[in-house]
Each structure stands twice: as C-alpha cells, then as structure tokens.
C-alpha cells in the first residue's frame, strides 16, 4: 500500500468472492494498524435469484472482520444485449458515488496476477493497441476516486492460502467457470500457454512492459491538452482542430478518447473504428451540423470545435438523492453538493436541467453562463418532484438554495 500512497479513508469493493475476501482480510489488519477508517462495499446486480442473499452473506464476513458495510443496489431495468458491459458500468458507478458519500478517496479492488495475463491475452485477440495490452493499471481515476489495484503482482494461490488463514468460506460465483464468458477460456488457456513459458508471470511482465510505453505517450498528449484543448466549469470542451490534426496520429486520437470520456462520463473510451472514423472526420473538416459518439456531441464553430453531453444521454441517467452538504457523482461528469438555506430538511434530487428547468430559469431572467446552447439543457440541476430549485452555474430558482457542481476529471484531465 504505501507506494500506492493511499487516501485518509479507504473503501472495499467487496463481492464476497475469494478475491475480495483475501483483499479486505489484508486491507482490515492494515487499516487496523493504522487507525484508518475503512468500509466494504457491496454491489447487489440482481442478475441472479440469489445476488440478494449474497450481498448480505457479504455483509456478515465484513461484520466478522470488524469492518463497517453497506450493500449496493443496482435498480432499474437491466439491458437485453451487452448485460456484462451495463453490469460492469452500474457497477462502478454505484461504488464511485458511495465512496464519495462515504468520503473514501480510494476504492480498493481484488484483480491480482492471473487477472492481469488474462486481461493481456483478451485484448491482445480484439487487436488492442498499446493502452490495452499495458494491461490494468495499479491506479486508475474512477472520476474523484482512485481506483487502486494493491495486489495486481500477487499470484492467485497466496491469495487463496490468505483465505484459508482468515477462517471464512467465501462465496462462490458459478459465472466464474461458465465457459460461456471469454475470460474463462482464457483462463483455461493458460496451462498451454505455460508449458510454451507464456505464464501469468511472463503475460503480466509484457503488459507492464506496454505500460511503460503508455506513460510516454500521456506524458504528450497530457502537453497537447494544456496548449489546446479548454475544459470549462460548465462540463463542456472546446479544442483547436488544426492543432489536432497537425499533431501526431496516436496523440490525436489518444486526446479524443479522453475528451469523449471526460464529457460522456465514461470510464471507456469508444470502439477504436468509431474513434478512428470521428477523428478522419475532424482532420477533414466534415463534422457537417455535428456528430455524436460516447454520449457526446460534436459540434464545429469558428473558435473550435465544441463537444458537450449528449441532451437525451444527460436526460436519462439516474438521479442522484442527496441531503444538504452530502456529496456525490452525477452522470458520471460532475460532482455535486448543494446547499440551503432554512426551509425542511431530506433529501432532494439532482437531474438533468432539461428543456422545461431552462424554461424556468429563463422566466426568473437569471444570467446564462457563456456555453454552447446544448451545453445548458444538460447542466445538473437540483429538484423537488418537478419543482425546480436552483441549477449549477446558473444560480437558486427558489430563494435560499444552492447547487455547486464541478465537472470529473477523467483520464489524461485528471491528475497525473
């Protein structure tokens, strides 16, 4: 932990899994020694009929080890196509937003050394570049949160041997050997692979490898963005578009993932083909009335090229409740707390502005800040039922509230 220089307060995400229960036996003796706060998180999918009892399995191993836990649910209606990738995005994005509820700077997971070589070769078969054969980072931004990966270079058996000592029965996921699912064969490839000394301690060796490579390259795309590309409080982004297309082909797209990231709240950038098809687009000049990708919109002008959230994207994510001087996530592109003035307490609910807030803002003749049109709609505002009390960046609709919003930085946006 120490070279990864944690946070004051740390949390766990928890599955109950082998994994995650070495992960938070070790994390509570470390935090123990420490006197540091430290909370186990558990996210319930729903997926299977017996997620819900799990979750709270999960709640009494992290009772037995002396560690505060709340159980996450995922709500809502689950998608049809790509289940595992929504899964794995709601997942995320509940634990993001509890962390930051909680006020944990670091979210601890359990990826560990066999998980790294499997994660080389799957992407090494969709024909991943360089970010994606440099495997997972040890510490990534989860937009205000880190996530750290403490155990990436322990093997899986000392994982298991730590389990054993803890004197708990983990749960066991049947996913975890459905052959269905493409990191299960990998999985199972490693015993071949081995014998020809491509082990999981080889795969990750490479991968860190690659890694070194990436952090070259961010290094520059990091210079670009300080000379050309403009993040505004309001969560939008303007860039140069000659400036783009004069610097080299891999920083440029490397600069456009991250911008479509940082403004459609995603933790992955888009299919390289789409990505690669937008950037020939801009290089030309042929953005025509604009394009959308990632849940963004672009959108060429005389001073840049403009890129804000997508109006039905912002429009559909879930609403966040919070109470006076809480804080938490929305949309995955702005933290946001708000505050009030007198008036009766609970929890209120931070949404998209929309069309008809825009229309009460502009009935009270509030000043509009300087930002693209689309840019407005999809600001976070902060409401009673359909009641519009005040938006962020604009000003209180009803007197004594007030909504503060500053927009995540992701990627090459945030801290180095």
Request: glycine letters at 10%; charged letters at 25%.
């Amino acid at each position: 932990m120490t070279p990864l220089k944690p946070a004051a307060r740390i949390a766990v995400a928890f599955s109950g899994g082998p994994d995650s229960l070495a992960l938070l036996f070790l994390a509570a003796r470390w935090a123990k020694a420490r006197k540091r706060p430290l909370i186990a998180l558990t996210v319930d999918h729903g997926l299977r009929a017996a997620s819900g009892a799990e979750a709270r399995e999960a709640a009494g191993m992290a009772k037995a080890l002396g560690v505060p836990h709340r159980i996450l649910v995922w709500r809502g209606a689950k998608p049809k196509a790509g289940l595992q990738a929504a899964a794995r995005t709601a997942r995320y994005r509940l634990l993001a937003e509890a962390c930051m509820l909680e006020g944990a700077g670091d979210l601890l997971v359990a990826h560990h050394l066999e998980d790294q070589a499997e994660t080389f070769l799957l992407r090494l078969a969709r024909g991943s570049g360089v970010d994606g054969l440099a495997g997972m980072a040890a510490v990534r931004d989860l937009g205000g949160v880190r996530l750290v990966r403490p155990l990436l270079d322990v093997p899986r058996a000392r994982l298991l041997a730590t389990v054993a000592k803890s004197g708990l029965k983990p749960i066991l996921d049947p996913s975890n050997e459905n052959e269905r699912f493409d990191r299960v064969k990998a999985r199972q490839m490693m015993g071949t692979l081995s014998a020809l000394g491509l082990d999981a301690r080889r795969l990750a060796d490479t991968a860190a490898h690659m890694a070194r490579v990436r952090t070259a390259l961010e290094a520059e795309a990091r210079a670009f963005i300080a000379g050309h590309v403009r993040l505004a409080p309001e969560g939008f982004v303007r860039f140069d578009a000659r400036a783009l297309s004069a610097a080299p082909e891999e920083i440029g797209l490397r600069v456009l993932a991250d911008i479509l990231k940082c403004i459609g709240g995603s933790d992955y950038p888009p299919r390289f083909e789409a990505l690669a098809s937008l950037y020939a687009a801009i290089r030309a000049g042929d953005l025509g009335r604009g394009r959308t990708l990632n849940g963004c919109k672009l959108v060429a002008a005389p001073s840049g090229v403009f890129v804000v959230r997508e109006a039905a994207m912002a429009l559909a994510a879930p609403p966040v409740r919070l109470k006076a001087g809480e804080r938490a996530q929305w949309d995955g592109r702005f933290a946001v707390t708000f505050a009030r003035s007198g008036g009766k307490g609970g929890s209120l609910e931070i949404r998209a502005l929309g069309p008809s807030g825009l229309a009460a803002v502009k009935a009270k003749s509030l000043p509009l800040p300087e930002a693209p049109k689309a840019a407005l709609p999809v600001l976070p505002a902060l409401w009673r039922g359909e009641k519009l009390l005040a938006a962020s960046h604009i000003g209180a609709v009803a007197e004594g509230y007030r909504l503060d919003a500053e927009p995540v930085r992701r990627g090459l946006f945030g801290p180095a």
